[in-house]
């Protein structure tokens, strides 16, 4: 590690202890760009980076709600809003029962590099709940909704803060914190993106972050002379992001062998295709099923416990969760021929992981580059809310398109090594940083 990182992450540490997610994030950040800030007087100076890991402002409130049984329920409630700098507050919501304040800032800290990176005039923010949505009627989920935005109304707006979805937070969830907020203010405008497009939303938004990261993807293997075409692909959840990402594959030729849940993965060595996908879709949007029960209807193999690394392939993408990919698994990948490594998740891949990957000259896209096609296209719905019209489907793909794009060239921009390889790691942390980093130094000691 370079000297002048050290004591830096030695501050950050003393001051957030019992973070670890959020010293993570800061930590593969700092590597990148402390050693670019020592060439640049303007920002070294001014102790930029030191601000920016410092959230401008946190919320934690309490959220009572009453479950279906008459018992009174008490969760808790975050909203940090890490960067303004170029634009209000834009991140998702997520409720899981992981969800803690360090799993905010590190999902909030990494948010303004990715928002920075598509090119729109949005901060960096996360919010959410340690609430469960799994077992739960739609009255639960309704009532604890209405009570979780009764406390968030006073701290978001078109203009402040404009949460969106994340884990645990889909259209139905969208449409109930929503629909109290306009309840409440009387207003109508768009305080939240991935609403459904009968009132508001975007087209292309439910399929952005899967459709963005294969676009992204593509770009990888375009400087590489090489298509998707024919390449065994692994994805690891079964979410919206790897629906998308796996029905974008299917159409583009490559072969889709794995999806997972928590209870495990399943393995389909003749390929996942659109059918089997619907399936897949209506199981776990629906009926709330789990992935298992693709393999007995498939009469394919389902690993308990298990995560799909292990199987041969040419392209993993981590869809899941942080830290989902570590050492043991890159390893194997490794060993097995894989090429191309890009996260639909946030932080999926462990530091340890992430190393190997740049030893072994594997294509890595992290996530803050990857995945970015959602808040992309949430960025298009405000546009589209602030206009009081809505685009057609072609015209907010090829936004969408574009925009992935033009993060793969600045990745390529900042990313270039002197033995000829891209470290789009390096490449998205700083061409992130700059942005943001300007936009703080034109506005003042902020």
Known sequence: MNESIRPFLEKVSARNAGEPEFLQAVTEVAESIIPYIETQSKYKNSKILERMVEPERVVIFRVPWLDD?????????????????????????R??????????????????????????????GKGGSDFDPKGKSDN????????????????????????????????????????????????????????????????I???????????????????????LLGKRVLISGSGNVAQ??????????????????????????????????????????????????????????FFPGEKPWRIKCDIALPNATQNELDIADAEILIQNGCTCVAEGANMPCTPEAVAAFHQAKVLYAPGKAANAGGVAVSGLEMSQNSQRYSWGRTKVDNKLKDIMSDIHHICMKHGHEKDGHINYEKGANIGGFVKVAEAMLSQGIV
């Open 140 to 203: 639960e989920i309704m009532k604890f909704c209405q009570s979780f935005m009764t406390e968030l109304y006073r701290h978001v707006g078109d203009d402040i803060d404009i949460p969106a979805g994340d884990i645990g937070v889909g259209k139905r969830e969208i449409g109930y914190l929503f629909g109290q907020y306009k309840r409440i203010t009387g207003t109508f405008n768009g305080v939240l993106t991935g609403k459904a497009f009968e009132w508001g939303g975007s087209l």
């Open 244 to 301: 998308f990402a796996a029905e974008k594959c299917i159409e583009k030729g490559a072969k889709v062998l794995t999806m997972s849940d928590s209870e495990g993965f399943i393995y389909d060595p003749v390929g996942i295709d659109q059918e089997k996908l619907e399936y897949i879709k209506d199981l776990k949007d629906n009926q709330r099923g789990r992935i298992k029960e693709y393999a007995q209807r498939y009469s394919c193999e």
């Open 69 to 93: 049984n008459g018992e009174v329920q008490v969760n808790r409630g975050f909203r940090v809003q890490m960067n303004s700098s170029i634009g209000p507050y834009k991140g998702g919501l």
């Open 95 to 124: 409720f899981h029962p992981t969800v803690t304040l360090s799993v905010l800032k590190f999902l909030a800290f990494e948010q303004v590099f990715k928002n920075s990176l598509t090119g729109l005039p949005m901060g960096g």
């Open 205 to 227: 938004r439910p399929e952005a972050t899967g459709y963005g990261l294969i676009y992204f993807v593509e770009e990888m293997l375009k400087v590489q002379e090489d298509t």
